[in-house]
């Protein structure tokens, strides 16, 4: 005999006989069960698939796009540093490049040349190419190159060996010829109109020309994904400073942080909303089971009175349990297998590598993922059966038959029962009253039940809230209908730069450019040239349906400045305090004034935008003497993140240093200049002196990209090579200069946008036709730089795709959430009905007609929708607007939108279903 006095049975097939005739008995529950395993793994394999694979999606468009997949860059690092660097916990991978030089091919352009280390092109280069043939350069005179490189020397079917010659500019006074053998090619997709091409040679030509890596070199660093660009730029200066070197790091977030930003707001809130999934799934599952519990356990408990044993109860539960289970998982798994495997990448890649060599190296469809779902559903499964075998193991008999949920886990103690005050209802209210009576006497599973209903419908809408708020459009939306600008010189176009704005990326500023104030000004270095002249500005002003008070003007001028050299030591990389100083003014940094080589950039603030810098200023305790700049006296450097913390201090120190302005010479004496000989352009000064405004207070050094900047406009900045000063209106009265539209940003009415944008379409062309036409210079061959213009319709239309391909990803993410939750809410009802059969037999017998018992059954329905109903209302709200909060904080374009649309609408199927399953499920 067994320990509890069973006599055991080993006949295998009475058990498995057992287990069908039970399943048998629970058919519809064993349904259930099945379709909820089913849509437990469907659901946590397309949402964590279709999340992972949007963020692959983006990282791999942002990679290839930038050339890189590097996000921190270090500045001639030491061996030391280096290896400081590769143990730092931060630092996911690291490696270094050297710039080599520019290579020449049959007296054109060929590109940069680089050297890189094996770590730097496995793990940083390497990522954003495709199409990757052969081998990188080992040997000496091997190289490799772009296939676009290629095409442009005439090479279509390049081979592995072939000569490729190439005159290779070292510097400014250094120039090899050489003949490289073709170790392999790519395929590449930064913009080659902004970003130089690339060859790569091998670290043995790079000594053979003198150099070594290990010695010159920037060091490019993946950190860790969670975290954001400031944070790893701080602790790299500490934990790589050296005394006396003053390090240089760029730094910006790793393309994956940025995906995960855009999607979720950051790594916080994916995770948050990963763990409501899962636990959204557990209910799914575990209500099943959990509302028939009573009566498994009834069952087996019979089977235990005539002395089955503990382990054959197992068996013949499990026996049923897994025959309900195994089709779930076959068929979930062949769903999530099709829809990922099949459809899904193809509207990614589609929509998001379109322009980046397409999904290639991209698979959403994720084994690891869907293994995890299945084993998560199954062990859910069997561990919610596992609980019924506890209970029927451990009570008696007796109690087995007669069991029921107990509402609460605590003892039960015999009380006298207590009078009870019946009060005369209505049969229809009588109805009610049992039907709230039936779900109040469980509390716990009441509350168990609406809690998960509540959690599975809050997190849909909390996935709508955040799908609609970062949507891309509001990217867009933030852009004026339209911009117009100066273009860069066909001289800094043919350098490709300036050209930024073709690319139709709304989330980048189009006004940030590689290139420098002389791109812009080449050919055009006189003062009364004007990116938009004053006629082309009237004129746009004019036209009907241009809202004159919304839109915005920049105005300011191009000078050369003079500077104090402490004042403008904060941007010079190879300041060295021992140096002497000599007296006057001159290019040099080693002059007491120095004198910028071109013209920079003076911007004219308004009142508004002074209050709002003067606000940052002082809740960031900056060095920034904002009296000033408002009175006039002062002008402010804006600069692109440049300084690093040694040049913040000598910033700080900056404050109050003088700072002067020179005019460019007029057109007419810029064109005699143009004719002069060498000779006679050395007396230019003494023959056309300039005009020269007086000192002004340098009032500090502001960054841009500092967080929680005001939304201050710029013209083209971005550039090293110039600087961009801020001046008050008051300040910039005092310069001997007139005010030049730097750039419009025009607000149309909607209804007449299409009739302005084709009239604004028409004075750009004309206007371009008329500079053009227009001899600026002694060769007589180019004309003044044009102007341009961005539309946001223009914007919409180029971006139509990606949008379409976004609102299509969350879409299908919400509409899995939404079915998993309605699942839940369908799981419960019917459930609890089947379970409930020998009840409501009870109840007719006593003579509830049917149509009271579907009553009823509705009833206890709409009272789960009216308490979900009224929690997503209360608590709901609340976790929304955090929500909300978390979002505005992690996306600038995050716009905050209550669904309730959507609210309405589940709560109208969670009562359409209560309504209708009552009538669908027979129970008798």
């Not at 009588?430 to 809690?451: D, H, I, P, S």
């Amino acid at each position: 005999m067994s320990g509890n006095g069973a006599i055991p049975s080993h006949n295998k097939d009475v058990i498995r006989m057992l287990s069908k005739k039970f399943g048998q008995s629970n058919k519809g529950r064993n349904r259930i069960l099945a379709g909820a395993v089913c849509l437990c793994i469907v659901t946590l394999t397309m949402v964590f698939g279709i999340s992972f694979g949007k963020v692959k999606a983006e990282y791999l468009r942002a990679v290839r796009a930038a050339g890189t997949a590097a996000s921190v860059e270090v500045a001639n690092v030491s061996q030391r540093q280096y290896e400081e660097a590769s143990t730092l916990a931060y630092v996911k991978s690291l490696g270094r490049y050297a710039p080599a030089g520019e290579a020449v091919f049959e007296g054109k352009e060929a590109g940069r040349i680089r050297v890189l280390d094996e770590l730097a092109w496995e793990k940083m280069v390497k990522p954003a190419y495709t199409d990757i043939h052969g081998h990188y350069p080992e040997e000496e005179q091997e190289i490799m190159l772009s296939a676009r490189t290629l095409k442009d020397m005439g090479i279509h079917e390049p081979a592995a060996g072939m000569e490729i010659p190439l005159t290779v500019n070292l510097g400014l006074f250094r120039t090899e010829e050489e003949t490289f053998r073709l170790s392999g090619w790519y395929t590449d997709y930064a913009d080659s109109r902004t970003v130089s091409r690339t060859s790569y040679i091998s670290q043995a030509k790079y000594k053979a020309w003198g150099y070594d890596i290990r010695e010159n070199a920037n060091m490019l660093i993946c950190q860790s994904d969670n975290m954001d660009w400031r944070e790893v730029e701080q602790r790299l200066y500490q934990d790589l400073q050296e005394d006396g070197t003053n390090i240089k790091i760029t730094a910006g977030n790793t393309f994956t942080y940025d995906a995960v930003g855009r999607m979720a707001g950051g790594y916080g809130m994916a995770v948050l909303g990963a763990l409501v999934i899962l636990c959204g799934m557990f209910f799914l599952v575990h209500n099943v089971m959990h509302i028939s519990m009573a009566g498994d356990i009834r069952q087996m408990g019979l089977l235990h009175t005539i002395g089955t044993t503990k382990k054959q109860i197992r068996s013949i539960y499990f026996g049923q349990i897994r025959s309900a289970i195994i089709p779930g998982v076959v068929l979930g798994i062949s769903l999530s297998t099709f829809v990922l495997h099949f459809a899904i990448p193809r509207i990614l890649g589609s929509q998001y590598l379109s322009r980046y060599g397409g999904a290639g190296g991209f698979e959403i469809f994720r084994p690891e993922i869907l293994g995890a779902a299945t084993v998560f559903a199954v062990v859910l499964a069997a561990g919610a059966a596992a609980g019924v075998i506890y209970r029927v193991v451990n009570i008696s008999c007796v109690e087995s038959v007669d069991y029921t949920i107990p509402a609460s886990n605590k003892a039960k103690v015999r009380q006298k029962p207590e009078r009870v005050n019946y009060k005369r209802r209505s049969a229809e209210l009588e109805l009610w009253y049992m039907a709230w009576q039936n779900l109040t006497r469980q509390k716990g599973r009441f509350l168990l039940t609406v809690f998960s209903l509540f959690l599975g419908m809050e997190a849909f809408l909390g996935t709508i809230v955040i799908t609609k708020g970062s949507d891309y459009m509001h990217v867009i939306e933030k852009r004026p209908d339209f911009l117009i600008s100066g273009e860069f010189s066909e001289w800094g176009k043919e350098e490709g730069y300036g050209m930024e704005y073709k690319s139709r990326d709304a989330g980048e500023d189009p006004m940030k450019t590689e290139g420098d104030n002389f791109c812009l000004l080449y050919g055009n270095e006189y003062d009364e040239f004007e990116p938009v002249s004053t006629e082309v500005k009237e004129e746009l002003l004019k036209l009907d349906g241009v809202d004159r008070t919304k839109s915005y003007i920049m105005e300011g001028a191009y000078m050369i400045s003079t500077v104090s050299r402490k004042g403008i030591r904060p941007l010079e990389d190879d300041y060295n305090g021992k140096a002497a100083e000599k007296e006057g003014t001159g290019y040099s940094s080693d002059y007491a004034m120095v004198e910028g080589f071109e013209a920079d950039i003076i911007q004219i603030l308004s009142e508004e935008e002074i209050n709002e810098l003067q606000k940052y200023a002082e809740e960031n305790k900056l060095s920034v003497d904002m009296e000033s700049l408002q009175n006039g006296t002062g002008v402010v450097i804006l600069h692109d993140h440049l300084l690093s913390p040694e040049q913040e201090v000598m910033a700080a120190e900056s404050v109050g240093e003088p700072v002067y302005f020179t005019s460019l010479w007029s057109k007419e004496e810029w064109m005699a200049w143009n004719k002069m000989n060498p000779e006679e352009r050395d007396t230019m000064e003494e023959t056309f002196p300039r005009k020269q405004s007086e000192a002004f207070a340098l009032c500090g050094y502001v960054d841009n990209r500092g967080e929680e900047f005001p939304e201050i406009r710029q013209t083209w900045h971005g550039a090293k090579g110039s600087i961009y000063y801020l001046i008050s209106e008051k300040g910039f009265e005092k310069l001997p200069s007139d005010k030049k539209t730097l750039y419009m940003e025009l607000e149309v009415e909607k209804e007449k946008e299409p009739a302005v944008k084709a009239e604004i379409q028409e004075i750009v062309i004309r206007e371009n036709q008329r500079r053009a036409a227009e001899v600026t210079n002694m060769e007589g061959e180019r004309g003044e730089a044009g102007i341009f213009c961005i539309s946001k319709s223009e914007l919409l239309s180029e971006a139509a795709n990606y949008i379409q391909g976004n609102r299509m990803i969350f879409g299908s993410i919400s509409a899995v959430l939404l079915s998993a939750g309605l699942m839940n809410y369908f799981n419960v009802m019917i459930t609890g009905i089947l379970s409930r059969k020998k009840e409501l037999d009870i109840m007719e017998s006593v003579g509830m007609t049917k149509r009271q018992r579907r009553k009823l059954l509705q009833a206890e329905g709409l009272y789960y929708c009216l308490v979900v109903a009224g929690l997503m209302l209360t608590a709901g709200s609340g976790i929304l607007a955090a929500i909300s909060f978390y979002m505005n904080e992690k996306l600038s374009y995050f716009v905050f939108g209550y669904p309730f649309g959507w609210f309405f609408l589940l709560i109208l199927s969670l009562a359409g279903i209560c309504a209708a399953l009552p009538a669908a499920v027979r129970i008798s």
